[in-house]
């Protein structure tokens, strides 16, 4: 069976830092893309950061471009967020997700192979 178990998250104060960490099994973790989403209170979900399948690429929100990391260690089928200078509105819980990227969201395989974590809470407050 398929899982992504996050950690790592926690309260922390302004500024401070944080390294998230997914763990995951049940699939070829090589043969996916890693992203870390996020999600608010009141707000919508949102795309943080994510990883091509052999760590070669990256994308980040602007909202965290130059403050937050992503990496990927595929020998140890896991993936990392660590988020520096952190502030308030970066709390939220922190999903890890996992998709090949070779289906459109249109096809019928795209739900098939899209996997999510539980999530992490991170909460950045004085």
């Known amino acids: 069976q398929v899982q992504l178990v996050e950690s790592g998250g926690g309260l922390v104060q302004p500024g401070g830092s944080l390294r998230l960490s997914c763990a995951a099994s049940?699939?070829?973790?090589?043969?996916?893309?890693m992203s870390w989403y996020r999600q608010a209170p009141g707000k919508e979900r949102e795309l943080v950061a994510d990883i091509t399948s052999a760590g070669r690429s990256t994308n980040y929100a602007d909202s965290v471009k130059g403050r937050f990391t992503i990496s990927r260690d595929n020998a140890k089928n896991t993936v990392y967020l660590q988020m520096n200078s952190l502030k308030p509105d970066d709390t939220a819980v922190y999903y890890c997700n996992a998709n090949p990227r070779r289906f459109s969201s249109s096809s019928s395989y795209y739900k098939l192979y899209d996997y999510w974590g539980q999530g992490t809470q991170v909460t950045v407050s004085t």
């Open positions: 049940g699939f070829t973790f090589s043969n996916f893309a």
